[in-house]
Nanobody, 125 residues
Framework: QVQLVESGGGLVQAGGSLRLSCAAS????????MGWVRQAPGKEREFVAA???????YYADSVKGRFTISRNNAKNTVYLQMNSLKPEDTAVYSC???????????????????WGQGTQVTVSS
């Protein structure tokens, strides 16, 4: 079992930045892919970023060039650096962990087994 706890959300003006953290416990995530999803009120959940166990990042078109996903395996933590934030980025952001080791498939919620509760990000115009 993996427990995930997100932090770093908050209120920011458009154009600003936030860094979200996802701290994992229960087992090491160093051999697993990790992802971030977001859900805004009245909208479908959107998968926004993933990082492979090797450390390669992948992004939704809506955030590409503005968001950066990274991991610190020594701290068992994954990060989402969000720059140039827009009001449409407002959502609850949750991280996810793949229960498999060394998987080559990491895009999409169905590839993940463990989920955090989420942290609210609000971008004002």
């Amino acid at each position: 079992q993996v427990q995930l706890v997100e932090s770093g959300g908050g209120l920011v003006q458009a154009g600003g930045s936030l860094r979200l953290s996802c701290a994992a416990s229960g087992r090491s995530i160093s051999r697993s892919a990790m992802g971030w999803v977001r859900q805004a009120p009245g909208k479908e959940r959107e998968f926004v970023a993933a990082i492979s166990w090797r450390g390669a990042g992948y992004y939704a078109d809506s955030v590409k060039g503005r968001f950066t996903i990274s991991r610190n395996n020594a701290k068992n933590t994954v990060y989402l650096q969000m720059n140039s934030l827009k009001p449409e980025d407002t959502a609850v952001y949750s991280c996810a962990a793949d229960g498999r080791y060394y998987s080559g498939n990491y895009w999409g919620p169905s590839e993940y087994d463990y989920w955090g509760q989420g942290t609210q990000v609000t971008v004002s115009s």
